[in-house]
């Protein structure tokens, strides 16, 4: 499987909700800032070094007044019961059992239940049978992974962020990782259960098992340097303990990953900076192997690599490919250069001006693609034998009802197999598992996720469980395109889901969202929160904006660099929509980005805050200037083909006329805002939400009181840039995040 992640770079979206930061509770007896708290954000800031120091008493004490603001807040009345009762009800909606269908894998099946309760999925394994049933009761399956009752599992780590089977099917080896995301290799037995961390394998990314057979135990791991960036692949021999560096990425614009092709031939290391790429393949049977070179890196050229049936398959944007092509490369095993390429590249699917490839399974008969097509998902799979032509493919057929989707790839591991695996959700119907058989061409279900509600809490651990009222036939989920304000011709699309009764009468609260960077897709997904707004009558509008990847690399090029403002004319033409056509009116709408997708925010709150009553700004990316002219930071050089390098002068002007940090308003009244960072989050540093904020306070200083709007930094200790926590302590996030939206644009709240 390749999983290209295609123009999107190594470290694009955040994509895991935070968990609720538990503030110690005190109470203040205003319900406000008072004029003596204010009296901090009055002095004249010349440097802004004091906030960058998680140890510094100013920024401490700063931090100390927000904390205590946010508790405050949280404890009114009407706030605590908003929090509360959507707590509560999105715990109702919770499936509090589900499973995955068995993935086959080897000799065994492996499958995953969530348990009542527990906010991590355990997983099983049990020998391969005729019947792949999950929700069946055996005595015979095994526990492969239980973080819940695991406790050495969670001892200064919190979650697996990856996993992977031995090839003999005995040992089970982890990357275990804290809230900083710096990472260790964990191994386990899984005859006996034992755990054995691997002290020596710490500041880790990732492994890959060699495929080589026991007793020759070796796998392959990333190590990350002092910025967080991976640059080396060690080789590392559980007889002898012994590790060998193999290979070293000497240019700081370049992220390394190790990867394992899916007939286990090989194992891959993937060179990737946001525009160019390069590969060496390793003989996965040669313990002693040394990397040989694919292709030698050209700047701008993107390339992503697997093997099957005797040769590499290349997904590739090489020869001006902006959509992507298919090619293929056979494999020279005398060649022992690590500078010269193994062999030419022969093109099998041309590419399309309007089909964009996202991804690619491969199996040894044949070639699916996941596309999209005018932002719409669709899979193609191509047949692979001298009698057939892979450009003239058939496509799965998938459900009309469900056009405007995100498909996800399954697992797929078994390289012989004639069926793939994938899954479908839409912003009204969650995840549905489908098995295409690509042999017979017929299509199958293979499970359907249902909604519940309960009556009571789930923390009682009691109430019965029913199928949801929610009818996702009393909604409609569309798509429309949006003229630009700012580039006639183009066209935004803008997906819109609301009741199918809605009024166009300019009262509709809408939640806009926005992210548009890294070439990565604002899926089109299921949401468990949306449903409690969608059912009071809230408007959800995502807005895919040049600098995604949506309408492919043209369209993510459109919004990056010298050209990064167009993201935000986006956002504001898709704003304009849909207060011209009616849906809502600034005092009703609502903003929503995370990360890269908090720049947006920023931006439209200094430009525009005339057309919001409240943003959401999660782990906003808000100083963007001082990040990008700090080299020493995990990320800045890597990503300065996304932003560009400031340290010339008409790129230090372009991103200071749009960073928000560097461009906040005095006296100006800002929508209301929800902000959250973290101490330890290494994507996007804790000083930028924290700085944004310090300047709103600043500003709302000096405003009257009825220009003063509700601002709230949520800001945590012990987790990352993707959060922390299980599954509920995401709903209770997801609970605040919707309370603030009802205090901010002061909703009333009325029960489903």
């Known amino acids: ?30 319900s406000a800032l008072t004029q003596q708290q204010l009296g901090c954000f009055t002095a004249v800031d010349t440097s802004w070094e004091w906030l960058k120091d998680p140890e510094n008493p100013r920024l401490r004490r700063f931090l100390k007044l927000e904390r205590n603001y946010l508790a405050n807040q949280l404890s009114k009345p009407k706030f605590r019961k908003l929090e509360r009762a959507f707590n509560v009800e999105l715990r109702n909606r919770l499936l509090r059992e589900d499973f995955s269908i068995p993935e086959c894998i080897g000799k065994y099946e492996y499958f995953m239940r969530q348990e009542p309760g527990e906010n991590f999925p355990v997983y099983y394994r049990r020998l391969r049978s005729a019947e792949s049933d999950a929700t069946a009761t055996s005595t015979k399956k095994e526990v492969v992974l239980n973080q819940n009752v695991e406790p050495s599992l969670n001892h200064g780590f919190q979650f697996v962020s990856g996993m992977k089977i031995s090839p003999d099917a005995t040992q089970l080896l982890l990357v275990m990782e804290n809230d900083n995301e710096q990472c260790q ?87 990737n900076s946001k525009n160019t790429s390069e590969i060496y393949a390793l003989d996965g049977q040669n313990i002693d192997a040394q990397p040989q070179l694919l292709r030698k890196r050209e700047t701008g050229t993107l390339y992503f690599a697997d093997h099957a049936a005797g040769q590499f398959f290349i997904v590739t944007n090489a020869d001006g490919a902006l959509n992507y092509k298919i090619a293929t490369c056979q494999w020279n095993a ?83 197999a004639h069926r793939v695996r994938f899954q479908v959700s839409t912003p009204l119907v969650p995840e549905i598992v489908f098995d295409y058989d690509m042999k017979n061409r017929k299509l199958h279900v293979l499970k359907e996720t249902e909604l519940t509600d309960r009556s009571l809490d789930l923390k009682r651990g009691r109430g019965k469980a029913t199928k949801s009222s929610f009818d996702p036939e009393q909604y409609v989920c569309e ?28 009262q509709n609260p809408t939640l806009l969202i926005g992210y548009g960077a890294y070439g990565t897709n604002l899926e089109a997904d299921f949401e468990l929160e949306h449903l409690s707004l969608l059912e009071r009558g809230w408007v959800i509008a995502l807005a895919h904006v040049r600098g995604g990847g949506e309408l492919g690399l043209q369209w993510y090029q459109a919004g990056k660099g010298m050209q990064k403002r167009h993201t935000f004319d986006d956002y504001v033409s898709c704003t304009h929509h849909l207060l011209d056509a009616g849906f809502t009116n600034p005092k009703r709408l609502a903003g929503k980005g995370v990360s890269a997708g908090g720049l947006i925010m920023g931006h439209v709150a200094n430009e525009c805050p005339q057309l ?71 994507r996007v540093q804790f000083w930028e939400p924290a700085k944004w904020m310090y300047k709103m306070r600043k500003v709302q200083a000096t405003l009257p009181k009825h ?35 009802y205090q901010a644009l002061n909703l009333p709240f009325r029960p489903r």
């Open 479 to 506: 798509r429309c395109h949006v003229p630009s304000m700012s580039s006639p011709g183009v066209k935004i699309p803008l997906t819109l889901i609301h009741r199918r009764d809605i009024t166009l009468n300019g």
């Open 612 to 682: 919001f009553q409240a943003l959401i700004m999660k782990v906003p990316f808000v100083d963007i200037l001082a990040t990008m002219q700090d080299p020493t930071l995990p990320l800045t050089v890597h990503e300065y083909d996304e932003w560009g390098d400031p340290s010339g002068p008409k790129v230090h002007e372009y991103i200071q006329s749009y960073a928000p940090c560097d461009n906040v308003r005095e006296n100006q009244v800002y929508p209301a805002m929800f902000v959250t960072g973290s101490l330890n989050d290494q």
């Open 707 to 741: 220009d003063k709007r509700l601002m709230l930094l949520k800001m945590t200790e012990d987790e990352g840039h993707f959060g922390g926590g299980g599954r509920l302590e995401q709903l209770e996030e997801s609970a605040m995040e919707i309370a603030f939206l």
């Open 1 to 30: 499987m390749i999983r290209t992640r295609l123009a999107a770079g190594l470290l694009g979206a955040a994509t895991r909700r935070s968990a609720l930061y538990r503030a110690a509770i005190r109470r203040f007896h205003a």
């Open 185 to 271: 290799a964990v191994l386990r037995d899984l005859k006996s259960g034992n755990l054995q961390p691997l002290t020596d394998v710490t500041g880790i990314k990732n492994v890959e098992w060699s495929s080589a057979p026991p007793p020759k135990r070796v796998f392959y791991y990333t190590k990350v340097d002092a910025h967080g960036r991976p640059f080396a692949v060690y080789r590392y021999n559980l007889a002898t303990h012994a590790q060998e560096l193999i290979y070293e990425e000497q240019d700081e614009a370049f992220f390394v990953d190790v990867s394992q092709t899916k007939d286990a031939r090989f194992v891959l290391i993937n060179c």
């Open 334 to 416: 005398e060649a022992k250069s690590t500078s010269s390429s193994v062999g030419q590249w022969e093109t099998l699917v041309s590419e399309h001006e309007d089909v964009k490839i996202e991804d690619v399974d491969l199996f040894e008969k044949y070639l699916v693609l996941y596309e999209r097509v005018h932002s719409v998902p669709r899979i193609r799979v191509c047949t692979l034998d001298e009698r057939s032509d892979a450009n003239t493919p058939h496509y799965i057929p998938l459900p009309k009802e469900h056009e405007i989707c995100r498909v996800s790839p399954g697992v797929n591991r078994e390289c012989e």
